[in-house]
């Protein structure tokens, strides 16, 4: 593990604001036109922010921030980082339910919302008598008085004139609960920004390039990835605010690389295919950039399984789609791709980390590495080993040039009754190829193999497929012909619904087994 230095948010911002000053840093749209913020704006809007937070009140708060990504919040965080308080980001569809159970958790002192959320702040003020202070971030007349209120020019410039400890929590980040149990991650400004100072083993990121985000900030790949990594790179950062403008914005900001996740990739080559297959004159190199725009070259995948077949036909169509790994518990990323890695790895371990393997599993030792959970001391336990490497759950291989393979979860792994440990990743990995198949999920039941799926029944019916369950009782038939006996699939039962998912995208294991009559073989 090489040395490590990472400067606080506060000095990053300073510093690329010092080197970039009045060039373009952040651009959205907004009522139909494109606006552009500059380093400079940010630094200043993120100190009026901080400002503003420490002028009601002196002491450290938690702040949380329900909200889709747009500039003033980006502002919010990094003021709320900078300010010394701790911030507390949560998906904007939250319901009112368990945003109040969280708020509650999370002993939230001052709560940022947008008008998406509006509608719930009577049932919060009801059930949340801790919450002191209330901001609406859709309100952009009031954040442009907040910025000029709180500016250098003001009276309450001093308030900005101090360092944060950056080995202290500033950031907690709930897991999506694909146990049931959300955990609060506890990040100082150390795990947070170190886990970005490492060399990119890629070309993707080059000052003056630009990059667009889709995925929401309140999880830590993107608020890291595409935030404060591009700050520190000297990349420009387009917001995409709506996913449903995602192709709109392609087009509209060119961009050069974007992080997704699988299910984004999958979309996107769905739409090339599309205009392909509507446009017979056009060439395939028209046809992708009608749809990615003129410069995209490289597409980051997070969140889930990538398969290598998605890999190939991006390739075909001259874009780069690698897979990175990490997890918010170690801050961030724990490996990160290029162009030489294997297509089934998920890249490198960057140069801040240590893997090793034990008993199958990745475990980790970065000083990125988490706080803890957020008043969950046994639960905080149980992810160090006794020697302080933090157990990741995943099942992979590491190889000599520190590319890193995944190859399931340790808490998923089937153990038949002969003693042998399956992998249901493993196997389902096998379906991607099949384009009927749209989702799937693998386990065991009384040691049988059951492989639960929902069809595509678009794809059926676009390529002719009468009866879906006969298609995919020959597709199993013959994964079942090539397969171990370990991997054959007893049981196949099909679903009328997608499987329930976490805001990531990951579907819901434990709440998404249906144990009713299906389509038993």
């Known amino acids: 593990m090489s040395e490590f230095f990472a400067p606080s948010l506060k000095e990053l911002l300073y510093r690329q604001a010092e080197k970039y000053a009045d060039k373009t840093f952040i651009k959205f749209v907004r009522d139909g036109k494109i606006e552009t913020k500059s380093y400079n704006c940010l630094k200043n809007h993120s100190n009026a922010v901080c400002r503003y937070i420490r002028s009601i009140s002196n002491k450290k708060m938690h702040v949380a921030v329900v909200g889709k990504t747009n500039y003033e919040y980006i502002t919010c965080i990094s003021g709320i980082i900078m300010s010394g308080s701790v911030v507390i980001p949560f998906a904007p569809e939250i319901s009112k339910e368990e945003a109040s159970e969280l708020f509650q958790s999370a002993d939230i002192d001052l709560l940022v919302y947008d008008n998406n959320f ?11 008598k801790n919450i002191r202070y209330y901001k609406n971030l859709s309100d952009k007349e009031s954040f442009e008085e907040l910025y000029e209120t709180y500016s250098d020019e003001s009276e309450y410039k001093s308030l900005s004139d101090f360092e944060v ?6 950031l907690i980040i709930y897991t999506s609960g694909t146990t049931g149990i959300r955990k609060g991650v506890m990040l100082s400004s150390d795990c947070l920004v170190g886990n970005i100072m490492y060399k990119d083993y890629c070309s993707a990121f080059n000052e003056h390039e630009s990059a667009m985000s889709v995925l929401p900030m309140h999880h830590v790949f993107c608020f890291s990835g595409d935030f404060i990594k591009n700050l520190k790179d000297g990349v420009q950062l ?25 299910t984004i990739a999958q979309h996107l080559l769905q739409r090339i295919k599309f205009v392909i297959n509507k446009n017979p004159d056009m060439s395939k190199k028209e046809a992708v950039e009608s749809v990615l725009g003129k410069n995209l070259k490289w597409l ?16 075909e169509l001259g874009i780069s789609l690698r897979q990175g790994y990490g997890m918010t518990e170690a801050g961030c990323r724990i490996s990160v791709p290029d162009e030489k890695v294997s297509k089934e790895s998920v890249g ?12 199958e599993e990745i475990q980790v030792d970065t000083p990125t590495k988490m706080l803890g959970y957020y008043k969950m001391p046994e639960e905080t336990k149980e992810m160090f080993t006794d020697d302080g490497w933090l157990k990741t759950g995943d099942i992979g291989q590491i190889t000599e040039d520190g590319q890193l393979f995944v190859t399931g979860r340790v808490k998923n792994l089937i153990i ?6 399956v992998s249901p990743e493993a196997i389902e ?29 678009e794809y059926a019916e676009s390529n002719n497929i009468a009866d879906i369950k006969q298609e995919i009782e020959n597709i199993v038939d013959n994964l079942n012909a090539d397969a171990e ?11 009328d619904e997608p499987f329930e998912k976490t805001s990531s995208g990951k579907i819901k294991r434990n709440k998404s087994i249906v144990f009713k009559k299906g389509e038993n073989k």
Do not use: W
């Not at 509006?118 to 949340?128: F, G, H, L, P, V």
């Not at 490198?348 to 008993?359: A, D, H, L, P, Y």
């Not at 999920?441 to 029944?457: H, L, N, R, T, W």
């Open 348 to 359: 490198r371990v960057i140069e801040i980390c240590r893997v090793r393997i034990q008993n």
């Open 485 to 495: 006996s370990s991997h054959y699939i007893s049981i196949t039962r099909l679903r």
């Open 416 to 421: 038949l009754s002969n003693g042998e440990n």
């Open 429 to 457: 990995k096998k379906f991607n190829t099949f384009p009927i198949i749209n989702e799937v999920m693998v386990y065991g039941e009384k040691d049988f193999i059951v492989a639960e799926i929902f069809p595509d029944s």
């Open 300 to 315: 980051i995948s997070g969140g889930a399984y990538l398969s290598s077949e998605l890999v190939d036909e991006f390739a």
């Open 238 to 262: 387009c917001l995409s605010e709506n996913l449903s403008d995602l192709l709109k914005n392609l087009n509209l900001f060119q961009p050069y690389v974007m992080r997704v996740v699988p």
């Open 118 to 128: 509006a509608d719930n702040i009577e049932y919060i003020k009801q059930n949340c």
């Open 165 to 170: 400890n950056k080995k202290e929590c500033c």
